[in-house]
T-cell receptor, first 113, second 114 residues
Framework: AQKVTQAQTEISVVEKEDVTLDCVYE???????LFWYKQPPSGELVFLIR??????QNEISGRYSWNFQKSTSSFNFTITASQVVDSAVYFC??????????FGEGTQLTVNP | EPEVTQTPSHQVTQMGQEVILRCVPI?????FYWYRQILGQKVEFLVS????????KSEIFDDQFSVERPDGSNFTLKIRSTKLEDSAMYFC????????????FGPGTRLTVT
């Protein structure tokens, strides 16, 4: 069965600090997809990124970057020069052979001014 | 940009009552989903729906729950006899038939069972 672990329940940083959110996953499938979603205080779930299991290239989008390592089953997310607006709960999720997304417990990120 | 919409945004109901939560997925999407999130907890999969039938459901999705696509645009989740523990945020999501595999989520319906 698939599983996603986000060991960091809460992280608090000061604005402009870099912060990395960890995600470790388990699946028996060789083809799978990994995702990050952001849930701001307003409650909606905002899609951030998707990676395929066969594409280990890291990705950068503005202040966001993602490090996918199959060898350690990790898909970590880094925010560079954090801002107050980055404060949210961040969820890592996995979809393998089924149709469901399996979410991690989420990491509450608080960026203080 | 097209988006998933959900109504109502907040529903309060008494235990034992039936509720229907409504969703309008993105128009060219063919895969539909319901998830729920109990306050302060992670998002949990309930059911997926494709080609007018359930393609996968979780252990949470018991006989009290049902889904329907009554017309070409709406996708509904019905809870027949609500329990206190059904209080949660319910998210609808949809995905395109080809191309990107990400699911796009609606803003959610907060269900409060009293």
């Amino acid at each position: 069965a698939q599983k996603v672990t986000q060991a960091q329940t809460e992280i608090s940083v000061v604005e402009k600090e870099d912060v990395t959110l960890d995600c470790v996953y388990e699946t028996r499938d060789t083809t799978y997809y990994l995702f990050w979603y952001k849930q701001p205080p307003s409650g909606e779930l905002v899609f951030l990124i998707r990676r395929n299991s066969f594409d280990e290239q890291n990705e950068i989008s503005g202040r966001y970057s993602w490090n996918f390592q199959k060898s350690t089953s990790s898909f970590n997310f880094t925010i560079t020069a954090s801002q107050v607006v980055d404060s949210a709960v961040y969820f890592c999720a996995l979809r393998d052979s089924g149709s469901r997304l399996t979410f991690g417990e989420g990491t509450q990120l608080t960026v203080n001014p | 940009e097209p988006e998933v919409t959900q109504t109502p945004s907040h529903q309060v109901t008494q235990m034992g009552q039936e509720v229907i939560l409504r969703c309008v997925p993105i128009s060219n999407h063919l895969y539909f989903y319901w998830y729920r999130q109990i306050l302060g907890q992670k998002v949990e999969f309930l059911v997926s729906f494709y080609n007018n039938e359930i393609s996968e459901k979780s252990e949470i999705f018991d006989d009290q729950f049902s889904v329907e696509r009554p017309d070409g645009s709406n996708f509904t989740l019905k809870i027949r006899s609500t329990k206190l523990e059904d209080s949660a945020m319910y998210f609808c999501a949809s995905r395109a038939p080809t191309g990107p595999k990400e699911q796009y989520f609606g803003p959610g319906t907060r269900l409060t069972v009293t």
